[in-house]
T-cell receptor
Framework: GQNIDQPTEMTATEGAIVQINCTYQ??????LFWYQQHAGEAPTFLSY????GLEEKGRFSSFLSRSKGYSYLLLKELQMKDSASYLC?????????FGPGTRLSVLP | DTEVTQTPKHLVMGMTNKKSLKCEQH?????MYWYKQKAKKPPELMFV???????INESVPSRFSPECPNSSLLNLHLHALQPEDSALYLC?????????????FGEGSRLTVL
């Protein structure tokens, strides 16, 4: 089975940097996804890591360590619109198993 | 076209009604999904269709009945629902199995059961 854990809530200030962690225990590993979900909207794809290391995409970066079962999403130069839930997810068979999600609040 | 389109966006129904949620994608994806999401919770898988065949049913009550008329369309038929079934229902699609690529989500259908 799959077990994924994330902090429930985080708060940060506009312009700052925030790191959202995700730990996972899986039987088999086929990569890890990060999704952003604004309240009442659908999740949107942010990043995919299958190899160890850092993937950078604009203000967002995602890191993976397969040996530690650990990933993080790094958000730089935070903007108010970054207030959302951030979900890490791992594919498992024909399913995506989502973590509980981290609700990020960006304050002015 | 990289969209998954869901209709209706909002639905209010009584416990004796019969209604349907519809989902459409034109990306040539061969896997389509229904997820249920309650407030402040992650999406929970309900059904997976792979190549138009039901491949996963996550022990969903029979008052939810999925249908895949063709590779672009996915329906969720609703009958005799309970108030606790009120949630955001998300449709998603992927190229093939999830380990080959990301899920693309529709905007969801927000269902309220009175």
């Amino acid at each position: 089975g799959q077990n994924i854990d994330q902090p429930t809530e985080m708060t940060a200030t506009e312009g700052a940097i925030v790191q959202i962690n995700c730990t996972y225990q899986t039987s088999g590993f086929n990569g890890l996804f990060w999704y952003q979900q604004h309240a009442g909207e659908a999740p949107t794809f942010l990043s995919y890591n299958v190899l160890d290391g850092l993937e950078e995409k604009g203000r967002f970066s995602s890191f993976l360590s397969r040996s530690k079962g650990y990933s993080y999403l790094l958000l730089k130069e935070l903007q108010m619109k970054d207030s959302a839930s951030y979900l890490c997810a791992v594919p498992y068979g024909q399913n995506f198993v989502f973590g509980p999600g981290t609700r990020l609040s960006v304050l002015p | 076209d990289t969209e998954v389109t869901q209709t209706p966006k909002h639905l209010v129904m009584g416990m004796t009604n019969k209604k349907s949620l519809k989902c459409e994608q034109h990306m040539g994806h061969r896997a389509m999904y229904w997820y249920k999401q309650k407030a402040k919770k992650p999406p929970e898988l309900m059904f997976v269709y792979s190549y138009e065949k039901l491949s996963i049913n996550e022990s969903v009550p029979s008052r939810f009945s999925p249908e895949c008329p063709n590779s672009s369309l996915l329906n969720l038929h609703l009958h005799a629902l309970q108030p606790e079934d009120s949630a955001l229902y998300l449709c998603a699609s992927s190229q093939d199995s999830p380990d080959t690529g990301e899920l693309f989500f529709g905007e969801g259908s927000r269902l309220t059961v009175l």
